[in-house]
């Protein structure tokens, strides 16, 4: 009864380092989400995933890419990392075909660039 | 502009009272569904309550109750008899649809509003 997981749980980078954050979801579930989370900020949109194959800019693309690898899994690279994306990501999942089943988040990844 | 507003950064309210957090939202989408989370300090997401903008009655779950005004476009959070436990930040959320090749949904969030529960 795993929901959704990602990996790792904490990570600290060099600024210029590249790094992937791996989500996988045992739901079944079509769609998927990437997220960050800043002080103040709330949880802003980075990439979202309707299905397997499909990816769409969030309100926060730049400096990130995606990877919807199969249903279960949907990754977020950092291809070079900066101090500005110092935060915590959370990636979701929800079942698109009905509106009204909420999203399952996983734990969270804190990110410190350094 | 924002599609999700909450207007309250934190919130005080004493214990055995209840308490409304203010949501507000604009879509273009005559089919969409509002949520709240609710994220304690221990960081996790948790799912309290939804409102589909069809329904006709608003909706509760427990303690928490959704006042949904949907001409004014408003979905605010009602807790009542507040507990210690409730001190968390809340978050409004909206997924709406959008048409890429078929329907789908994207799931946008508020800023959140940190509330505290006195003793």
């Known amino acids: 009864n795993a929901g959704v997981t990602q990996t790792p749980k904490f990570q600290v980078l060099k600024t210029g380092q590249s790094m992937t954050l791996q989500c996988a979801q045992d739901?079944?579930?079509?769609?998927m989400y990437w997220y960050r989370q800043d002080p103040g900020m709330g949880l802003r949109l980075i990439y979202y995933s309707a299905s397997e194959g499909t990816t769409d800019k969030g309100e926060v693309p730049n400096g990130y890419n995606v990877s919807r690898l199969n249903k279960r899994e949907f990754s977020l690279r950092l291809e070079s990392a900066a101090p500005s994306q110092t935060s915590v990501y959370f990636c979701?999942?929800?079942?698109?075909?009905?509106?009204?089943?909420?999203?399952?988040f996983g734990q969270g990844t804190r990110l410190t660039v350094v | 502009a924002q599609k999700i507003t909450q207007t309250q950064p934190g919130m005080f309210v004493q214990e055995k009272e209840a308490v409304t957090l203010d949501c507000t939202y604009d879509t273009s989408d005559p089919s969409y569904g509002l949520f709240w989370y609710k994220q304690p300090s221990s960081g996790e997401m948790i799912f309290l309550i939804y409102?589909?903008?069809?329904?006709?009655q608003n909706a509760t779950e427990g303690r928490y109750s959704l006042n949904f005004q949907k001409a004014r476009k408003s979905a605010n959070l009602v807790i009542s008899a507040s507990q210690l436990g409730d001190s968390a930040m809340y978050f409004c959320a909206m997924r709406e649809a959008y048409y890429s090749g078929g329907s789908n949904y994207k799931l946008t969030f508020g800023k959140g509003t940190l509330l505290t529960v006195n003793p």
């Open positions: 739901m079944n579930h079509n769609s």
């Open positions: 979701a999942s929800s079942e698109a075909a009905s509106r009204v089943t909420e999203a399952f």
């Open positions: 409102q589909g903008s069809y329904d006709q």
